[in-house]
Nanobody
Framework: QVQLRESGGGLVQAGGSRTLSCAASGHTFRTLAMAWFRQFPGKEREFVAGIGWNGNSDYTDSVKGRFTITRDSAKTTVSLQMNNLKPEDTAIYYC??????????????????WGQGTQVTVSS
């Protein structure tokens, strides 16, 4: 009943910036948690950044100080501002949506809906 669509991926030079966006369509509900995960070739998806229903946020250590996650007032759109991009940031980035039960936002099982992914490639 909920569909997520990511956009904003592409080719970026190292040190550059890129903003990803994710829009949720369909039914909306309370106490939303939204997050970004990424997947490197041959690897499992890993947590990047998440935001809870009350605006609390969390980031994986490798992106702290470089990435910022935000959400609109309706809590149906989430963005990821990526600054000072590095080649190791190259991955498919996925948007995720779930219910905030007060647990850590990096737990993948928290999220029930996933987008199709958008490719981010950082060249040196």
């Amino acid at each position: 009943q909920v569909q997520l669509r990511e956009s904003g991926g592409g080719l970026v030079q190292a040190g550059g910036s890129r903003t990803l966006s994710c829009a949720a369509s369909g039914h909306t509900f309370r106490t939303l948690a939204m997050a970004w995960f990424r997947q490197f070739p041959g690897k499992e998806r890993e947590f990047v950044a998440g935001i809870g229903w009350n605006g609390n946020s969390d980031y994986t250590d490798s992106v702290k100080g470089r990435f910022t996650i935000t959400r609109d007032s309706a809590k149906t759109t989430v963005s990821l501002q990526m600054n000072n991009l590095k080649p190791e940031d190259t991955a498919i980035y996925y948007c995720a949506l779930g219910t905030d039960y007060g647990t850590a936002l990096y737990v993948s099982g928290l999220y029930d809906y996933w987008g199709q992914g958008t490719q981010v490639t950082v060249s040196s």
